[in-house]
């Protein structure tokens, strides 16, 4: 389990600085130019797993790249280029300090706070006499607060956004109509998967001309929950869980084992089972969003790997000053 990339260091030409998330590092470069890698780091419950997951890092950056091509049609995104499996090479923007949720069906964080008596979600009501898994009468934008590496993100209302200046109201409309038609292309992407895309998060930045775009990652295990379309009326009909493809099962394993990321709670261990059975459900998710096969990518030295791809991508274009 040691082929894995958990943590970088690497000095590229014109490299200004280096930002390291919960599971991506972004490095800064000369000419307005971001290079994001996804490593095989795995958070739930805002919190980082002390061990990597093969390939976890390759499919998230191949799934969010693939669904930014499926999406650049109706919103811009920051995405130039994928040097590597990796690796995204894109314009550098100012991050937005809001993650926008929207959620079409009542699962995960929205069911928990339902189960706990709220019928109000970041200011958004949710109907009466609804069970887990329903869908809502129509997509409800949920927005978070971005937490920094470790900390909690937090519910926040689009009210108290713009009270407190996070967001211009002129910026926010435009995040919102972005959010929902992002939600409303990639449920038409699910469908001829055969799948449901229950809730996700988008990020959006603003470029140095002022341009608002989809920055990070879309429509991803991580970022997004998906169910099975085949069976789900008749597994609601029965009170039955559905059958999903999405991070949950990390969450609902650590759950299991009394760990929500609270405080004086300990982490569970992860077994090597244990961690190549959640690569494999990664594969798969894969292989069911994309509806092609994963090829996986040579894992004997991924720092070796990613810096030679990069260093060969950026002489090429005469990216490196």
Request: proline share 5%; glycine share 6%.
């Given at each position: 389990?040691s082929?894995?990339?958990i943590?970088?260091?690497?000095?590229?030409?014109?490299?200004?600085?280096?930002?390291?998330?919960?599971?991506?590092?972004?490095?800064?470069?000369?000419?307005?130019?971001?290079?994001?890698?996804?490593?095989?780091?795995?958070?739930?419950?805002?919190?980082?797993?002390?061990?990597?997951i093969?390939?976890?890092g390759?499919?998230?950056n191949?799934?969010?790249?693939?669904?930014?091509?499926?999406?650049?049609?109706?919103?811009?995104?920051?995405?130039?280029?994928?040097?590597?499996?990796?690796?995204?090479?894109?314009?550098?923007?100012?991050?937005?300090?809001?993650?926008?949720v929207?959620?079409?069906?009542?699962?995960?964080?929205?069911?928990?706070?339902?189960?706990?008596?709220?019928?109000?979600l970041?200011?958004?009501?949710?109907?009466?006499?609804?069970?887990?898994?329903?869908?809502?009468?129509?997509?409800?934008?949920?927005?978070?607060?971005?937490?920094?590496?470790?900390?909690?993100?937090?519910?926040i209302?689009?009210?108290?956004?713009?009270?407190?200046?996070?967001?211009?109201?002129?910026?926010?409309?435009?995040?919102?109509?972005?959010?929902?038609?992002?939600?409303?292309?990639?449920?038409?992407?699910?469908?001829?998967?055969?799948?449901?895309?229950?809730?996700?998060?988008?990020?959006?930045?603003?470029?140095?001309?002022?341009?608002?775009?989809?920055?990070?990652?879309?429509?991803?295990?991580?970022?997004?929950?998906?169910?099975?379309?085949?069976?789900?009326?008749?597994?609601?009909?029965?009170?039955?869980?559905?059958?999903?493809?999405?991070?949950?099962?990390?969450?609902?394993?650590?759950?299991?084992?009394?760990?929500?990321?609270?405080?004086?709670?300990t982490?569970?261990?992860?077994?090597?089972?244990?961690?190549?059975?959640?690569?494999?459900?990664?594969?798969?998710?894969?292989?069911?969003?994309?509806?092609?096969?994963?090829?996986?990518?040579?894992?004997?030295?991924?720092?070796?790997?990613?810096?030679?791809?990069?260093?060969?991508?950026?002489?090429?274009?005469?990216?490196?000053?």
């Amino acid at each position: 389990m040691s082929r894995t990339i958990i943590d970088t260091n690497f000095n590229f030409p014109g490299q200004k600085s280096v930002y390291k998330g919960k599971v991506r590092e972004v490095y800064t470069l000369a000419n307005d130019i971001l290079l994001m890698i996804a490593t095989d780091r795995l958070s739930a419950f805002d919190v980082v797993m002390p061990k990597g997951i093969p390939y976890k890092g390759q499919i998230l950056n191949q799934i969010a790249t693939k669904m930014m091509a499926a999406t650049e049609d109706i919103v811009p995104n920051w995405l130039i280029a994928t040097p590597d499996p990796n690796v995204a090479l894109g314009h550098a923007c100012e991050p937005f300090k809001v993650e926008m949720v929207i959620r079409g069906y009542m699962s995960g964080h929205a069911a928990r706070e339902y189960k706990a008596g709220k019928r109000m979600l970041c200011g958004v009501p949710m109907p009466e006499g609804m069970k887990e898994n329903d869908k809502f009468p129509e997509p409800i934008i949920t927005p978070a607060t971005k937490a920094e590496m470790g900390d909690h993100d937090e519910d926040i209302s689009r009210e108290d956004i713009l009270k407190k200046g996070i967001v211009s109201e002129e910026d926010y409309i435009i995040l919102e109509k972005y959010t929902r038609d992002l939600f409303q292309r990639g449920t038409e992407i699910a469908a001829e998967r055969n799948l449901i895309l229950v809730d996700t998060k988008y990020e959006f930045g603003k470029t140095r001309e002022g341009k608002i775009v989809l920055i990070d990652e879309i429509h991803t295990p991580d970022s997004s929950r998906y169910f099975y379309a085949d069976g789900y009326q008749e597994r609601q009909d029965r009170g039955e869980a559905q059958k999903q493809l999405s991070k949950e099962f990390v969450r609902q394993w650590l759950i299991q084992n009394d760990f929500q990321g609270l405080e004086g709670q300990t982490l569970p261990e992860m077994t090597d089972d244990y961690i190549e059975s959640v690569s494999e459900r990664y594969i798969e998710l894969f292989d069911n969003i994309t509806g092609t096969s994963f090829e996986k990518a040579d894992i004997s030295n991924i720092q070796e790997r990613i810096e030679t791809n990069v260093l060969n991508y950026l002489k090429e274009k005469k990216l490196a000053p």
